[in-house]
């Protein structure tokens, strides 16, 4: 092996390049104060800068930046292929970090039938945005025969705005198969746009409730604790192997396993290859499950003296995927291509973040009344960007996480899986056809309706519930308090910030 081959160092390259697109980014943000008000994660304004470079790239060099020679990682794969790699293995990397994380919380019947709430509304969300989605690209196709799209197209808004870069490009690549051109160029384009939904409506909105008085600046100041970086009897910082090394160990194992597991099923089931390795992120999120079971059941019989699982180096490796990802993803956009797509791009944004916004203010409203505001900045963050995008809005009126909203977006992930996964067969189902995809609108409105029944089942079944409930049914437009009612509140998960949905959700 020659070691001065282009080949060689090109992975590494494209990895320090999307790095330094962050820190590139970080600093912008840092000195431009405009530029900081924006609430843009600094992820995705890296991933923006790398592709304003390479559309420019293009049209003077002919091709895109990642294409050049400098990034060819041998005869197989280019750059923007290396991209997209990492893009779908960040994904699943991601989730098994953040699944291997524990929780010693318990929560009384109020704050878990807030965190269900709050996981049905997530799913309601993302139905909303394939019913819709799903309604202007069956109209494209047969109203207006729009070239290299087809009727399941609408689907990707869901995952583009709902789950972020990582199941936008794994459902367009399956798409592609189905006649959809650039289908993973075109759901990394609606995964972008959506960060940037979640960035400006976000913003507008505090402004709003700035000028109304309604909300203050919160104070980002934070004293660090012991406690946010280890728990009791965990092993070593630094002994024969290296904590960290540890968690990434644990993480990685994991991650093969998935593999395994996929390669398994995949050989059994020949027809589902495809949808099974697009599902890398939630086998490897269930994977988690047995693994902390199998580590707990090892420390109580005392086979391992000392808790293994970091959660907040498992945070921080969760975190570092997560931001690759996205930064990666919107890089591996290419612009010149969607030519065919602008006029439905912008309807499906224009649709999805309306639909997203007035659905989401309005269950905050009625359904968490004490801190309706927090709760509608973290959950439209998350529904058209990521949680971590949930999370930097939120910190802007609460930045100590007094209110339960932060708890609400860490904890209704599972119940979000639970519920979200027949969306995921019911894209698998949808591409197959026209006839197929109109089934799929029905049936996801369907269930629309049945999730909201449950979600409002205090106020439609309002006898039975008459003598458990309380509070106002309306949101208190007043500055949070945040003294009053302190007790009463849970405190907040030691690395909230760092949890990506996704999952994403």
Not at 454 to 476: P, V, Y
Request: charged share 15%; proline share 3%; hydrophobic share 50%.
């Amino acid at each position: 092996m020659d070691f001065s081959e282009f080949s060689v160092w090109a992975f590494l390259l494209i990895v320090a390049l999307l790095l330094g697109s962050m820190l590139l980014a970080s600093i912008l943000k840092r000195f431009i104060p405009a530029l900081n008000k924006t609430l843009i994660p600094v992820s995705v304004l890296g991933g923006i800068i790398l592709l304003i470079v390479s559309t420019i790239t293009y049209y003077a060099a002919g091709d895109y930046l990642f294409n050049l020679g400098l990034f060819e990682f041998g005869s197989d794969y280019n750059g923007m292929d290396i991209l997209e790699l990492i893009t779908y293995h960040c994904l699943g990397i991601g989730f098994v970090a953040m699944g291997m994380r524990s929780s010693k919380k318990k929560f009384n019947k109020t704050r878990a039938r807030e965190i269900f709430d709050s996981g049905v509304t997530t799913v309601n969300g993302y139905l909303v945005q394939a019913v819709l989605g799903l309604a202007v690209t069956i109209t494209a196709v047969v109203a207006f025969n729009v070239p290299g799209m087809i009727e399941a197209g609408g689907v990707l808004l869901a995952f583009g705005f709902g789950q972020g870069t990582g199941q936008a490009l794994n459902y367009g690549n399956i798409y592609e198969g189905y006649g959809l051109q650039d289908g993973g160029n075109f759901g990394l384009t609606i995964a972008a746009i959506g960060f940037l939904v979640a960035c400006i409506g976000g913003v507008i909105y505090l402004n709003v409730l700035r000028r109304k008085g309604i909300v203050k600046v919160a104070d980002r100041e934070e004293a660090a604790k012991l406690s946010d970086y280890e728990d009791e009897n965990e092993i070593s910082v630094v002994s024969s192997m290296d904590k960290f090394t540890v968690q990434m160990a644990i993480v990685l194992c994991i991650y093969a396993i998935s593999f395994l597991l996929m390669f398994g099923l995949s050989l059994l089931i020949p027809s589902l290859e495809s949808v099974l390795f697009g599902f890398n992120f939630l086998i490897g999120t269930l994977l988690t499950v047995p693994a902390k079971a199998v580590l707990n059941k090892m420390q109580q019989k005392k086979i391992i003296k000392k808790q293994i699982v970091n959660n907040f180096m498992m945070a921080r490796i969760g975190g570092f995927a997560f931001d690759l990802m996205i930064v990666a993803g919107v890089a591996a956009i290419q612009l010149p291509l969607l030519a065919n797509y602008w006029g439905i791009l912008l309807i499906l944004t224009v649709v999805g973040s309306l639909s997203t916004f007035f659905y989401v203010y309005f269950v905050s409203r009625k359904l968490f009344p004490g801190y309706c505001h927090e709760q509608f900045l973290a959950m439209f963050g998350m529904l058209t960007g990521t949680a971590s995008t949930g999370m930097i809005l939120l910190r802007e009126i609460d930045g100590n996480y007094r209110t339960p909203a932060s708890e609400n977006l860490v904890y209704q992930s599972l119940v979000a899986m639970v519920f979200g996964f027949p969306i995921m067969l019911l894209a698998s189902y949808a591409c197959l056809g026209r006839t197929e995809a109109i089934v799929t609108m029905c049936v996801a409105f369907a269930l629309f309706v049945v999730l909201n029944i449950l979600l409002f089942r205090k106020f439609i079944f309002r006898r039975r519930f008459a003598a458990a409930a309380g509070g106002s049914e309306h949101c208190a437009d007043s500055a949070p308090q945040e003294a009053e009612g302190e007790a009463e509140q849970p405190s907040a998960p030691e690395e909230p910030a760092a949890e990506d949905d996704d999952k994403d959700k």
